[in-house]
């Protein structure tokens, strides 16, 4: 079979179960071609499809999700991770630790759990790349839904140190706060937006849309021994990694996230039992 | 391309556009295959999902239906048919018609239009394969959405009779008032389901799920000069059809009816200004 069909679901009928991916704006989420081409590899008959829709009618997709009997799963992006959750029956811890939820099951019951796959997805992404964080000087840039889930499952990684900055102070300390709870031997405290003194620099920000080109963290000491991500999506090559690149570091994008958390969504919307989630 | 691939929409992404059918059950619709290759031969980035929703939650999925900014139409089959046109902002001649709806567009300014192809399609299903109504003495058996629908077709194309047959005969007689309304000249009445003294026999009548073999009508005096179209798409072999055909008689089944409004529905969601609603 040709690469494009690879990337399609297997064909559609009345029995095909569906998923799909909520956010607003929708089309900057690679998630359609990655979800697709997993059903077909593994026989799944269901199709993944976008939905744009605004914060406001994100109670009334809920209540048609519930309703519809063929519709399994939701995957959830920006803006809505974080407010969703106030909808749902149930939180998965992974979701609960970060306070944002990224993908949605309903059980045979109807019931809605939200879960969190985005850091267990970042670290799997890290690793099939061939990367590790234990022992190294983490720093993460950015604690939205995104880089709450990141930091946490970064803390699972047992780095050295784990530094997070965010344009809200109080955002980053209170992030700090809790990941250190949940690893009390870590070192982890908030920080500003410098390279300098670390291995690893991962970017969790959204670009500036005033100044796309910006650097939300500096390079400043970066050089061919330090990992710098950007789990920016669109475009998938940053002016972040470029910069890295130029400095000899080793760089990742943010599309291996994505791909790392594709497999773990699929066992999470059809095959888990709760201790799973 | 293979057949299988054919069958199959565009690759998906986040800029697919999204239409659906809505129906309970919804396993016996044919339309997600029929559509997403048509959209595959016009090169059209959507896909067409099926939703199984429950009368009871169609005003909310017709809410979603409104938010989601990415869906522009659905497709919708029994049982919502008729109780789907009271959440409408607007009806097609050819809704208003037949009191009933099978296809609602969203205009740009989140307007649902509903319009009613059934009976379009099954008209272009019969001329697909070589037959005319023209001067021919028509039965109708089966007086509900897609009867009501076909009977006004069937008006439309100038046949010498139409009788109209329904276990409800106030419904039959109803109908039959109402195409008489809109065809003066045309000899129109209520009758039984007997298909003597008449060319063309068309079952409108969903199965008995109590008796799935007994016929709707009695093929006494059909023979091979007789047309019989059973628009029950599963199965699409019915007994009716099967009896038909040990009499000689010319048969049809439902398929050609759902291919003939494929591309009549396609222009109506994307492609219309109002006048060829």
Redesign the interface.
Known sequence: MTE??L???L??????R?VA?V?DP????????LF?AAFRRRGIGA????????SK?IA??L??FR?????DGLVVTVPHKVAIADYLDELAPAARRVGAVNAIRKTSDGHLIGSNFDGAGFVQGLRSEGHTLARRDVLVVGAGGAGRAICHAVADEAPRSLTISDVDDVRAKSLAESVSIEHPGLAVHPGTPDARGHDVIINCSPPDPKSPTALPVSLEGADERSLVIDIVLKPSWTPLLEAAKVRGCTTQSGVHMLSGQVEAVIKFFWLTGREQQ
Not at 47 to 54: E, G, N, Q, R
């Open positions: 494009e069909v990337g399609l679901p064909p559609l009928s009345c029995a095909t569906l991916i956010g929708i089309d900057q989420a690679g998630s359609p071609a697709n199709v993944l499809v976008p939905l744009h829709v605004a009618d009334g997709l209540a048609t309703a519809t009997r063929n519709w």
